[in-house]
């Protein structure tokens, strides 16, 4: 070729693939070809004349069926190489081709399967250009063997998968007795490379085409063009396989061929296998060169982002005491940081799928824990019938005249014992999320396993202790509420403002210190408590079936849109009067349901008793819920009386109705001022007690903890899997520093051949062309298939032409076969 420095680009990127094949560095692809083409279309047998060799498996159906890499390196001696085999040398072709059907068999069976595994195949010899070509299975229609169904497109996905890459020439391989304008190989290489700037066509089976017809013109790349243009081939039939011809006398009768021939002999030297060799080593070279720059940034850019890790794991020395105790100090004094920014949200990190740490205890602080308070709320019937029954218990056989304050305390010490199970629950669940948060900081301390462990260990019984405390606590806050009943607090009504009211007015205004409002008035109705998208599920589907909406729920209604733009309102609900209930869910539905109702039987929405919403997940559920409860809409309460008393309500006695409904308003009256402090004192003392002290513990207390157990040289011994990473990190980084050292000896001012100007290839999209007459003089019949043009027999006084390639002017090509036109698979991010 006359250009050393560009000869040697090839040899560069073999070595470059070597010493970054083993590093799962995926982002880096080095130039090399891809041969792509259907089944049986001649690919490993142009492989084999470029070798000079027989070394491929042959045989009928798909043969090639995992990608064979094939480097070819011009070498004094003849030899391959497998980089599966190390340091193994095969002299004997024979064997490389049983190593190759050995290999395959390994991973696909012997069935007929297929992996996108490849086999990397170096071969030495003295008759070989350098090159590095990439042989893929060839494109089949019909599934035989173990092969799945979808055979097809498992084909073309794995041939994508090789071709997408912007550094991959395409050698596109079309039997010359098929129809060109159909050929898969063209038509993938197409999907990728629109511009036709990586794809160069080969012709084969040129022998094969029936008398008086040849392929002059698509030699010419006169007829249905491509940018890189065409090469002819004559590969040995398999008669000379099964003769064992000699593949040196079959490129002699190719060369015969092409000088005899009346259509070729005018361009043969610019066919033919060894021209096929030059032009792809130059091709190949002069793409190394354009991809060069792009591909030494590349390489810089992964360098730049192994650089501080290297530099740790080069200067870490696992046996040195004074580096273990730095290490395990500066473990420690992350795990502290990372656990006090997880919990109060300061962190650089930011999780968008999901609520962790601190966002989730702030969660049960303000919603979960207020809404298990609202569930202790005893309904209207179930609590005037235990105030019923104090009265008239305390009374006995007298008449009473007078309000007994005992059934007052007796009611209200019920009502504050009820406290102790939700709360002792909330201090378990922030209990949980603070041991799930140390699971996820101790984490990154899974290099050194026994220290994760111990850290583990220590940390979680911390927690347990400062839980166990922290319960003790509220349960000590439940028995000094219970041990003094103060009549005289300021926000208490007392028995001379505690007169009988009406049910509603009474409701609301529990409802609104129940919500969190502090004895202030309810919101206004024109405030938005939540919006957000529910399913309403129990439309029939003669109605319209289950439908999305958006919701908007205010202090005053539910209303709910068409969508989020809110232009289209479908219907407004009051929440006068309305409780929601828990729905099971579907037998094949994963959403979570609720409902809403009417107490007083009313439809809540055209001819609907009840309203079934259904959200995505559990936690938007009992956001809902939470949100709800603000609005004063409360779940339903199932109550039963037991003992078969009798029902209160029926009572005829109007003076004991009196004193019902005057202890009633002083229950709702002193509960409410129960609940406003427990909402107070309950994240408080969590905080105080658990989450503040735990993180105290970690970053004053841990290490000394750790050091008490005499243990710290062990401590910091590293995982087999941490040692394994630090050597990968280092071999990376040693290979890459070589790379772009080696990339740096080569200049990239040395001459190169000039891309071909852009042809019209818009004839690979269409299935069926029509020619025109200007690139059409006789019909070309081959033997089953035509290569272009209707089959039209030759008349017997035709002779060949040397004005182009024969064809029927005006007929239209035969119509396309079928081929896979899903799309092809996503190019990788990394190029």
Not at 464 to 483: G, M, Y
Not at 669 to 677: A, D, E, L, V
Not at 711 to 738: F, G, I, T, W
């Amino acid at each position: 070729m006359g250009n050393r420095g560009m000869e040697d680009l090839i040899p560069l990127v073999n070595r470059l693939q070597d010493s970054l094949s083993g590093l799962h560095l995926s982002s880096l692809h080095l130039p090399q070809i891809a041969v792509v083409g259907g089944q049986s279309a001649g690919k490993s047998s142009v492989l084999e004349n470029f070798v000079g060799r027989d070394f491929l498996p042959r045989g009928s159906g798909i043969v090639t069926r995992r990608p064979l890499i094939l480097q070819l390196l011009s070498a004094d001696t003849e030899y391959g190489e497998f980089s599966h085999c190390k340091g193994k040398k095969f002299t004997d072709f024979d064997e490389i081709r049983m190593e190759i059907e050995a290999e395959t068999l390994r991973l696909t069976g012997s069935n007929k399967g297929i992996s996108p595994i490849p086999i990397s195949l170096r071969i030495y010899s003295p008759h070989v250009l350098n090159l590095t070509l990439v042989d893929l299975p060839g494109i089949t229609k019909v599934p035989i063997g173990d092969q799945p169904a979808d055979i097809e497109y498992q084909i073309r996905d794995m041939i994508m998968q090789f071709i997408c890459k912007e550094n991959c020439l395409i050698l596109a391989v079309t039997p010359a007795n098929t129809d060109l304008a159909n050929s898969d190989a063209i038509k993938l290489a197409k999907d990728v490379d629109p511009q036709g700037q990586r794809t160069i066509g080969v012709i084969t089976k040129l022998d094969l085409m029936d008398e008086g017809t040849d392929a002059r013109n698509i030699l010419e790349n006169r007829f249905l063009p491509l940018r890189r243009g065409y090469i002819g081939v004559v590969n040995r039939s398999q008669k000379d396989i099964d003769g064992k011809k000699d593949i040196k006398a079959a490129l002699l009768a190719e060369n015969n061929f092409f000088l005899s021939h009346p259509a070729y002999k005018h361009m043969a030297e610019s066919t033919g296998t060894p021209y096929l060799q030059r032009m792809l080593n130059q091709q190949l070279t002069n793409h190394i060169r354009d991809t060069l720059p792009a591909f030494r940034s590349h390489l810089q850019s992964q360098l730049m982002d192994l650089n501080k890790e290297a530099e740790e794991c080069r200067q870490y020395c696992p046996d040195d005491p004074a580096r273990r105790t730095k290490t395990l100090l500066q473990l420690v004094k992350r795990l502290a940081v990372d656990f006090e920014k997880r919990i109060e949200g300061s962190g650089s990190k930011v999780d968008t799928a999901n609520l962790s740490g601190g966002a989730r205890i702030n969660r049960i602080f303000h919603e979960r824990f207020p809404s298990e308070l609202v569930k202790l709320e005893s309904d209207e019937r179930t609590l005037r019938r235990e105030i019923n029954y104090a009265i008239r218990n305390i009374h006995g056989v007298r008449t009473g005249l007078f309000t007994p304050d005992m059934a007052f305390e007796a009611i209200v010490k019920k009502q504050i014992s009820m406290l102790q199970e939700p709360c002792v629950q909330f201090v378990d669940m922030v209990s949980q999320e603070l041991v799930t948060t140390v699971y996820q900081c101790i984490n990154e301390l899974s290099s050194f396993p026994k220290l994760k462990d111990e850290t583990e260990r220590i940390v979680t019984t911390e927690i347990q202790e400062q839980e166990s405390r922290c319960r003790d606590q509220v349960l000590l806050l439940i028995d000094t509420q219970l041990a003094y009943i103060n009549a005289k607090h300021e926000d208490f009504v007392g028995l001379t403002n505690a007169q009988p009211t009406s049910k509603q007015s009474n409701k609301k205004t529990v409802a609104a210190v129940m919500a969190g409002n502090h004895g202030v008035a309810p919101p206004s109705r024109l405030i938005v408590i939540r919006k957000g998208w529910l399913t309403i599920s129990n439309i029939g589907i003669m109605k319209g079936g289950a439908k999305e909406y958006w919701f908007i729920l205010s202090a005053e209604s539910l209303s709910w849109f068409r969508d989020d733009e809110e232009k289209e309102k479908k219907y407004m609900l009051p929440l006068d009067n309305l409780k929601l209930r828990d729905v099971e869910k579907g037998f094949m539905s994963s959403k979570c349901v609720f409902a809403i109702y009417n107490t007083e039987l009313r439809n809540v929405y055209k001819d609907y008793k009840c309203l079934e919403l259904a959200c995505c997940s559990q936690e938007e559920l009992d956001s809902w819920k939470s949100s709800l409860l603000q609005a004063g809409v409360h779940p339903e309460k199932v109550t039963v009386d037991e003992q078969g008393n009798g029902s209160p309500e029926n009572s005829s006695d109007p003076q004991l109705e009196r004193q019902v409904e005057t202890i009633r308003s002083l229950v709702d009256s002193y509960m409410s001022i129960i609940y406003k402090t427990f909402r107070d004192l309950m994240p408080k003392t969590v905080m105080h007690l658990m989450i503040n002290s735990v993180k105290e513990f970690i970053s004053s207390e841990l290490l000394a903890q750790l050091y008490a157990l005499g243990e710290c040289s062990a401590l910091m011994d590293e995982s087999p899997e941490q040692q394994q990473h630090r050597e990968e990190v280092l071999r990376q980084h040693a290979a890459l520093k070589e790379a772009l050292a080696v990339v740096g000896m080569f200049s990239t001012s040395t001459c190169t051949t000039p891309l071909p100007p852009p042809v019209d290839s818009s004839w690979i999209q269409a299935s069926s062309p029509t020619l025109r007459k200007s690139s059409v003089t006789k019909p070309v019949v081959s033997r089953g298939h035509v290569l272009s043009g209707r089959r039209v027999p030759a008349p017997h006084t035709v002779s060949t032409s040397a004005d182009g390639l024969r064809q029927l002017a005006g007929q239209p090509s035969r119509a396309a076969r079928s081929v896979p036109r899903r799309h092809p698979p996503a190019i990788p991010n990394g190029k």
